[in-house]
């Protein structure tokens, strides 16, 4: 959900929009809410993407719908958010393609991209020009020793800006628990190959479908072993088309089979790439799971590789699904047996000392993580000699001068759940909230002339056990009578108001139970 914002006098820019995947309140995903932001729509002149990941773009449509801004963004994550505009039926959007190595002057901002080394194609950081001095943001990073095809990290240019002088570093913080240097790409695609020449069988090898690098890596392997691919997930088969499209993948007809062909194949010459490395129910690998794809089964004997990681919050849902296969008999290779079958997109903690040291900056801010990534990142500033450094948190108004850094307001801030595509409003979310922790009641009123004409009907649902159900909901409807009767309503939202009010103070204080209540009229108040 990474979306900052950057003021420097008229001028506003936005730095990402990002999304979360969730699965509260029944949403599917989550953004930030972008109230404070639109109330800034005179001054705000651009949204700036440091790459295609999406807890950076994925917010985009939802913010574009509300208002139109140009956006800028490296190659891979333009044509991802070509893509995102297509769903939501989005047209006309100023969507301008800014690479690494590009200037942009954003009013009184000047923006030049360089090149870092991440999970996915064409990942970028900021220079950012501004009248108070230089600010670096990283964007997410590592600093590959030995980096493969098509991985660029601008340390030249680095040199050059830390030399001219960097007054703020703001820097992806979310490796900062892991010591030394995050494992680099190449010995990940090594450790794939050794795993799958020794598979006897299929082999299902599941990553994060933006990780062109790794794609790449697989559907080479494949080949070379003999084997046909097939790409299980709305997601793979987006992600390769679009790195073929820009060039990252060779020409790949005659390697890719369609799901209904796998059976058909002999065992030990078909590799599947699937999506839902996390454990989504929905998802390609879940399917197979629960033997519950329409094309393509798994055996006892078979091989599944996680080459990924368990985002913090998804651990269950992961280890989950590694249950379901084991216990058909498949060999699971997961990182934590065998760390070696995956490589983070994020620096690890020498990795962030070298950013901090490459650039020498006045003042550090670390960015991207939960509060102990950062608080633990801001120590390897305290220990490089950073003498201005601050810790944020969502809302906070941090004041960069030529002098000082500190925080100085706070503005509103808050979340925005999605279910299909459109937001859920602030009533929706408390009415799913108070269902999901006390249960629905509803009053149903038959009135005639204003007045109540018989025993109200009462339905509960996650209130009480079923044996106990229909003689508590008719306790329920004669202390609403009983309370209602005699009253003459002038209309049906008087009568329904005072039908929930009976309701509720009925089940707090004999039975201590907050279900949502509801009730409706029937008939001519």
């Known amino acids: ?38 109330e800034q729509h005179r001054n705000l002149e651009a949204i700036v993407i440091t790459h295609g990941h999406e807890d950076h773009i994925g917010a985009l449509p939802y913010f574009l719908k509300q208002l139109r801004v140009p956006v800028f963004a490296p190659p891979y994550a333009a044509a991802l958010i070509e893509d995102r505009l297509r769903e939501h039926r989005l047209r006309n959007v100023d969507l301008r393609v ?30 950012l ?161 629960r033997d519950e794809h329409a094309h393509v089964h798994l055996e006892a004997g078979d091989t599944v590789i996680f080459s990924s990681r368990a985002i913090p919050g998804n651990e269950l849902g992961v280890f989950n699904l590694v249950n379901r296969f084991e216990r058909r008999g498949l060999e699971v290779i997961t990182r934590a047996r065998h760390p070696e079958v995956h490589a983070s997109g994020h620096g690890s903690r020498e990795e962030q000392r070298a950013m901090i040291k490459l650039l020498r900056p006045e003042a550090f801010v670390p960015v991207h993580g939960t509060h102990h990534h950062r608080s633990r990142h801001l120590e390897l500033a305290h220990e490089e000699g950073i003498a201005q450094t601050q ?3 969502n809302g906070n108004v941090l004041e960069l001068t030529r002098d000082t850094l500190g925080v100085v307001d706070t503005v509103p801030t808050g979340r925005i759940y999605i279910d299909g595509m459109r937001a859920l ?71 329904e108001e005072a039908a929930i009010e009976a309701a509720r103070k009925f089940l707090v204080h004999n039975h201590r139970r907050r279900p949502l209540i509801t009730a409706d009229v029937h008939g001519e108040p």
């Open 98 to 127: 800014s690479p690494a190595g590009s200037h942009e002057q954003i009013g009184c901002i000047s923006m030049e991209r360089f090149a870092v080394h991440h999970s996915i194609a064409d990942a970028t950081g900021l220079i």
């Open 391 to 393: 810790l944020v948190e």
């Open 129 to 289: 020009d501004t009248p108070v001095g230089t600010v670096v943001h990283t964007g997410d990073f590592k600093i590959e020793s030995d980096p493969c095809e098509g991985q660029r990290f601008d340390r030249d240019r680095l040199e050059q800006v830390a030399r001219d002088g960097v007054r703020l570093l703001l820097s992806d913080s979310t490796g900062a628990d892991v010591d030394g240097r995050a494992r680099i790409e190449r010995d990940a695609e090594t450790a794939l190959e050794d795993w799958i020449l020794r598979s006897p069988n299929r082999v299902v090898v599941a990553t994060f479908s933006s990780n062109a690098f790794r794609l790449r890596a697989v559907l080479r392997i494949a080949r070379e072993c003999g084997r046909k691919v097939c790409l299980l997930g709305m997601s793979v088969q987006k992600h390769t088309e679009t790195a073929q499209a820009l060039g990252l993948l060779p020409p790949l007809d005659d390697l890719l089979i369609a799901p209904g062909e796998v059976d058909g194949l002999p065992r030990d010459q078909a590799l599947i790439l699937a999506g839902g490395t996390q454990g989504e129910p929905a998802s390609a690998l879940s399917r197979l799971g």
């Open 425 to 495: 409003s602030a009533e929706v979310i408390a009415e799913r909230r108070a269902m999901a922790s006390g249960g629905l009641l509803s009053v149903v009123l038959s009135l005639k002339g204003g007045r109540l004409r018989e025993l109200p009907h009462v339905l509960s649902r996650g209130v009480w056990d079923g044996s106990e159900r229909v003689r508590l909901e008719r306790k329920v409807a004669e202390q609403v009578r009983n309370r209602l009767k005699g009253q003459r309503f002038g209309d049906a939202a008087e009568a």
């Open 1 to 38: 959900m990474n979306c900052a914002a950057l003021s420097c006098g008229d001028t506003t820019i936005v730095i990402d929009c990002g999304i979360g995947f969730t699965d509260e309140h029944g949403a599917e995903l989550v953004h930030a809410d972008f109230g404070w932001l639109l």
